[in-house]
Nanobody
Framework: QVQLVESGGGLVQAGGSLRLSCAAS????????IGWFRQAPGKEREFVAA????????YYADSVKGRFTISRDNAKNTVYLQMNSLKPEDTAVYHC????????????????WGQGTQVTVSS
C-alpha cells in the first residue's frame, strides 16, 4: 500500500511556472506507476500526465503537452509535475495517483490517490 501527499500548488500569473510534488510512503514506491489528474469546479477529473515505474514511458494530455513535464526521484519517493507557461484553464485541484500494474489516462486504473493541491492561474 502507498500513501500520497501533494504539495507545491498556489496562485500564479498566466505564463508562470509551478512545480508540484507528490511524496509517497512505502518501501515499494519505485514499483508504482504514477499519474497526475486535475479537477476544476463543476468538471470531471481529467488526466494530465503519467509515468511508468521504470521511468521509460510517459503520457501527456494534449492540453499540456510541451508545457508540463512529469518526472520521478525514487530515492526520495517523490514524483514531480513541472508546469510551465501556465494558462487560466489550468486552474484546478491537482491529484497524484499510483498503481502497481497499470499506467495511462484512465483514472479508474489507479488504486491510490492523494488529497490534492490547488493550482490557480490568474489572467
Amino acid at each position: 500500500q502507498v500513501q500520497l501527499v501533494e504539495s507545491g500548488g498556489g496562485l500564479v500569473q498566466a505564463g508562470g511556472s509551478l512545480r508540484l510534488s507528490c511524496a509517497a510512503s512505502g518501501r515499494t514506491f519505485s514499483r508504482y506507476n504514477i499519474g497526475w489528474f486535475r479537477q476544476a469546479p463543476g468538471k470531471e477529473r481529467e488526466f494530465v500526465a503519467a509515468l511508468s515505474w521504470s521511468g521509460t514511458s510517459t503520457y501527456y494530455a494534449d492540453s499540456v503537452k510541451g508545457r508540463f513535464t512529469i518526472s520521478r526521484d525514487n530515492a526520495k519517493n517523490t514524483v514531480y509535475l513541472q508546469m510551465n507557461s501556465l494558462k487560466p484553464e489550468d486552474t484546478a485541484v491537482y491529484h497524484c495517483a499510483a498503481d502497481p500494474l497499470r499506467v495511462g489516462v484512465d483514472r479508474t486504473w489507479y488504486d491510490y490517490w492523494g488529497q490534492g493541491t490547488q493550482v490557480t492561474v490568474s489572467s
